[in-house]
């Protein structure tokens, strides 16, 4: 059975920071999400990863992922209070769009 | 505008009262899909369906039903709701995703359906 966790579930930190969100995922799988909410908001799509070595950045995150290691990465750099919002990963788990989803991350950018 | 429209947004219903939420894609998408979402658990999915000719169960179906009569639209519907069906409820649509268009398309999402069952 494929679990996705994300770590850590929530953080908090002051603006101008760099952190790391964590993604790991316990099965074989060649495609990876990550997503964005807003509190009572939709998800909006960040990054699709589709191979090992992957990386893509937009603006101050960048999302990266070792298909060995079963393990994405999503880095914010010089954080500001904009990127406050609950970050989720999620895993292809047949390459059919049957999506497994870690519990997300609710990033607090403090100014 | 390129969008997956939900309706309604907001819903409270008593358990045993069928209800349909209905959700529609304008851009096309062969691929579409249910979720909940409940604090702590991400997102679950519900049913899906690659095409108009294929739907098929997620993860947690127990209790819902799906129709795919066209390809725009996929209803959720809950046959005789109970309270454990509180939740938020999201629709998505992306491009058929079995290695041909839209291999890495990431799916769209409606906004969202806040369900409470009394």
């Known amino acids: 059975e494929l679990k996705v966790e994300q770590n850590p579930l929530f953080l908090s930190m002051q603006e101008g920071k760099n952190y790391t969100i964590y993604c790991n995922y316990s099965t074989t799988s060649d495609r990876l999400y990550w997503y964005r909410q807003d509190p009572g908001k939709s998800l909006e799509s960040l990054f699709v990863l589709l191979s090992n070595g992957a990386v893509k950045q937009e603006g101050r995150l960048m999302a990266s992922l070792d298909t060995k290691a079963r393990l994405s990465t999503l880095h914010i750099t010089a954080a500001v209070h904009d990127l406050s919002a609950t970050y989720f990963c999620?895993?292809?788990?047949?390459?059919?769009?049957?999506?497994?989803w870690g519990a997300g991350t609710k990033l607090i950018i403090k100014p | 505008e390129a969008q997956v429209t939900q309706n309604p947004r907001y819903l409270i219903t008593v358990t045993g009262k069928k209800l349909t939420v209905t959700c529609s894609q304008n851009m096309n998408h062969e691929y579409m899909s249910w979720y909940r979402q409940d604090p702590g658990l991400g997102l679950r999915q519900i049913y899906y369906s690659m095409n108009v000719e294929v739907t098929d169960k997620g993860d947690v179906p127990e209790g819902y039903k799906v129709s795919r009569k066209e390809k725009r639209n996929f209803p959720l519907i809950l046959e005789s709701p109970s309270p454990n069906q509180t939740s938020l409820y999201f629709c998505?649509?992306?491009?058929?995703?079995?290695?041909?268009?839209?291999?890495?398309?990431?799916?769209?999402f409606g906004n969202g359906t806040r369900l409470t069952v009394t």
């Open positions: 999620a895993v292809d788990r047949n390459s059919n769009y049957q999506l497994i």
């Open positions: 998505a649509s992306s491009f058929d995703l079995t290695g041909g268009l839209g291999y890495d398309s990431p799916l769209h």
